[in-house]
């Protein structure tokens, strides 16, 4: 695991209290986009043992939620003032709230487009995640949004950015097009895409896609969304429960990708994505009902339990969240 070891996370979290104006300037580092695991082999092995779902391919069900789920957290990651009703009602009647800005409703039907193509083209390659892109940035339904693209920047990988490409809130600047040899992001992207099939486990590959795009900033817009979408496919290609982003706090999501766009550190990043990632499963395992009533009940208690087997391969003895398989 990549980790700045200058640094405990307590005085990870206070360097990340001060303002970015004053953490000093970060350049990018080719190195991270090697095939590093985040997570070692027992761990993700004890994570997919929880997460694997099972059944030779999602159900209909198993894609309407997700496409209602992911819709609504990953646009409201973005500052989306869409409810997870009014996505429910959007996605499934195609109902716009008119209470609430056109741009939203854009947003929020652009992740329905790029999901219902990521479940269809379960592959992790450079072309299929150029394709979710194209879906989220299209600016067809709100073209003077500053959420969307022109269409001819839409699924493109960036080679120029004249007024510079900069990362609200974190002191990271990502490679600039011009400062380069030409081609040079597009290169990258090859080897972003390689690098996280060369990967052990569906696990790491969705982590490193989840972190990666965004490091790089390949594309002139929707690198976050883009990753959201993107680090599902190895965990859907796997049988693996899909990653909702729901229980993703925005605070910790941010704080994890700052860690690791200025410090190089995954460790924030890879605790958000285990805590939300346990507690999506928890939602989209084809459980029992007593199981899904108990673990209702008790979440938290469930999901610290789920947690501490991962990272220390410490259960009880009949959890009800390890099915038996």
Known sequence: MNFNKSFTLEQLAAYLANPDTQRPFARYREELLEPEPAFTTEEAARLIEIVRMDIPQYSKFSVGKLLVDLSWASSHLEGNTYTQLDTQVLIEYGKINKDKPAEDAAMILNHKKAIEYMVSNVALSEKNVRMIHKALSDNSMAPESRHFLEQDKCGMIRSYTPSGLYIAGSSYMPPQAE??????????????????????DAVNKSFFVMTRIPYLQAFYDANKRTSRISCNIPLIEDGLSPLSFVDFEKRRYLEGMIAFYELGDERLAKNAYLDAYLASAFRYLPFGEDAKFALSAERDKHLAAARRYVVAGVREAEPVWLRIK
């Not at 400062?179 to 052990?200: H, N, Q, T, V, W």
């Open 179 to 200: 400062d380069r040899s030409f081609g040079y992001i597009d290169k990258e992207f090859g080897k972003l895409i390689a690098s996280a099939g060369a990967l052990p």
